[in-house]
């Protein structure tokens, strides 16, 4: 039997149209790892959602041995992974070959698997924003590149930042955005790290400083072609097993689009 997992609380509540001869089952509340144990052999198992949904399975499954094939039909509004993969929402994607090895953030007394990204900075500002949003009008379609233009310009103050890889620290001052990436893209479609390689035991960190907010305004849309990495005088990129991010003052930041608020800093670590 193939069951298709959704969220009830999302989309409206509208439930997916199913293959006939399938199930369709509401994960709201779900206890996976009992769920799985439950499962029979040759049972399969779809994930119904996007980036949220995928991190929500990796941290509730988390040491679970997982023996049946588990799958993503992309349909929620991030699907950074998807397109980091190089596959189309509305799909089934066999996720087993991806969940294996995946990297631990270590955040405000959290430590949480990530798929995609532990993101720190204006990315983390416009999460932040965008629950505002959400909680007033949740139907609201949320303009990201909107609301981090109006960030660079008025509202996010950039930091100073320690970055610590493998041991080494780099200082860099008036610090935008300094995310750790598992994969290549994130905050829809971004391109913030093109040489990252999801199955390599490396993560890679980018940091992107400028004194000019208009300098760095400017700059910003290079990010969604990967074209920002040709502009060394703001853009450092490192890669390591242990990366972390210090920040002068606390802001909000994001693993996998979902925000963590008062962050003075995070470490990410890929195992080998």
């Not at 994969?183 to 829809?188: Q, R, S, V």
């Not at 040709?230 to 210090?246: L, R």
Request: hydrophobic share 35%; with cysteine.
């Amino acid at each position: 039997m193939k069951y298709y997992l959704y969220n009830s609380r999302a989309n409206n509540g509208i439930k997916p149209n199913v293959p006939a001869g399938t199930e369709l089952v509401d994960a709201v509340g779900i206890d996976y790892p009992a769920y799985l144990a439950g499962l029979n052999a040759d049972d399969e198992v779809v994930l119904v959602g996007g980036d949220g949904t995928v991190n929500y399975f990796i941290n509730a499954v988390k040491g679970v041995e997982i023996k049946n094939n588990i799958y993503l039909f992309g349909c929620g509004t991030g699907n950074d992974f998807l397109t980091d993969i190089g596959k189309a929402p509305e799909q089934e994607v066999l996720l087993n070959p991806y969940l294996e090895k995946l990297p631990t953030v270590y955040v405000n007394g959290l430590e949480k698997l990530f798929i995609n990204n532990m993101g720190f900075g204006i990315d983390g500002y416009c999460c932040e924003v965008a629950d505002k949003i959400k909680e007033t009008n949740p139907q609201e379609k949320i303009n990201y590149s909107g609301i981090a233009i109006k960030g660079l310009l008025f509202h996010f103050k950039p930091c100073h930042a320690e970055v610590t890889v493998d041991g080494t620290k780099y200082e860099f001052d008036n610090v935008w955005i300094a995310p750790t990436m598992k994969g290549k893209y994130y905050g829809g479609g971004m391109d913030m790290a093109p040489d990252q390689d999801r199955f390599s035991n490396k993560l890679t960190v980018v940091v992107y400083h400028c004194k000019s907010k208009i300098k760095a305004l400017m700059a910003f849309p290079s990010i969604f072609k990967g074209e920002h990495l040709a502009k060394t005088d703001i853009v450092k990129v490192f890669t390591g097993n242990e990366i972390n991010v210090k920040f002068s003052r606390p802001c909000a930041a994001q693993i996998d689009g979902e925000t963590v608020l008062n962050v003075s800093e995070y470490t990410a670590v890929q195992p080998e």
